[in-house]
């Protein structure tokens, strides 16, 4: 099936490891140019040599910063635009906020938790807008967590602060539809990466396990009786920011393997 990326400009958050490393080099393989964006400049760098040789180097653009900060917001999208001319699509994607329960979370921690996960996306939003309106459409998606149906024990930053950005992608959705500009969610549930393997061994230490054992029970509540793959989120993301998906917007789609059992 071609999903018509070919050509098309993208930047994707968190992309030197995990999801977004998965989804920079699934849409590069499409014919996307990718912009490639993360804290840490060696993943980053590796991240970017690895695509640029399965692809081509013209394709791809690292840019290292931290997303949780207005000023790098800005820099992420005029490099882009300077490098590639445009913008079509958007990936928010950042790492997600540390454990914590409700009644011990510091107005400190509630700080941060809202500039890395709900300031990074309203920014990068507000920065993209302007540039897909004028070109006449965009795609914007935004991972966020299967915890915006079924809140988890023990995450309660990621928990409520990931409820803002929902609510703000929602809202985005009905406002730029009339640009062709369409805006949607994905909520990874269990899927293998540094993340939930660190989780993993908070809830294990926790329970009073071994990792293993945590992470075999977790495997068993999943009807599909398995982690999911960063990739299998990637190709997920391709189709909602492809040609094929122009009528799916305001949506909120988990990749859980089916672990969320409610019926809506």
Avoid: H
Avoid at 53 to 62: F, G, I, K, R
């Amino acid at each position: 099936m071609d999903l018509g990326l070919s050509g098309k400009v993208a930047i994707v958050g968190g992309s030197s490891k995990g999801m977004g490393r998965a989804t920079a080099g699934r849409l590069a393989e499409e014919g996307a140019r990718v912009t490639l964006v993360a804290r840490g400049e060696a993943g980053l760098a590796k991240a970017a040599e690895e695509i640029a040789a399965a692809t081509t180097p013209e394709q791809v653009l690292s840019v290292c910063a931290d997303l949780s900060r207005a000023g790098d917001v800005d820099r992420v999208i005029s490099e882009t635009v300077r490098a590639f001319g445009k913008l079509d699509i958007l990936v928010n994607n950042v790492g997600g906020p540390p454990p914590g329960l409700a009644a011990s979370a510091t107005e400190d921690q509630w700080r941060a938790a809202l500039d890395q996960n709900f300031f990074s996306v309203q920014r990068m939003c507000v920065q993209a807008l302007p540039l897909m309106i004028k070109q006449g459409g965009g795609r914007i998606v935004t991972i966020l967590s299967y915890s915006l149906k079924e809140p988890v024990a023990n995450l309660v930053l990621s928990n409520a602060v990931r409820m803002a950005a929902l609510g703000f992608s929602k809202t985005l959705a009905d406002e730029v539809g009339p640009d062709n500009i369409t805006v949607n969610v994905v909520g990874p549930g269990a899927v293998m990466t540094e993340r939930y393997l660190s989780l993993v061994n908070v809830w294990a230490k926790d329970a009073g396990v071994t990792p293993e054992e945590m992470l075999a029970q977790k495997q068993a509540a999943i009807p599909l009786r398995r982690i999911g793959k960063p990739e299998e989120m990637a190709d997920l993301i391709a189709f909602l920011v492809s040609e094929r998906a122009s009528y799916i917007t305001g949506a909120f789609i988990p990749l859980d393997g089916g672990l969320i059992r409610a019926p809506l």
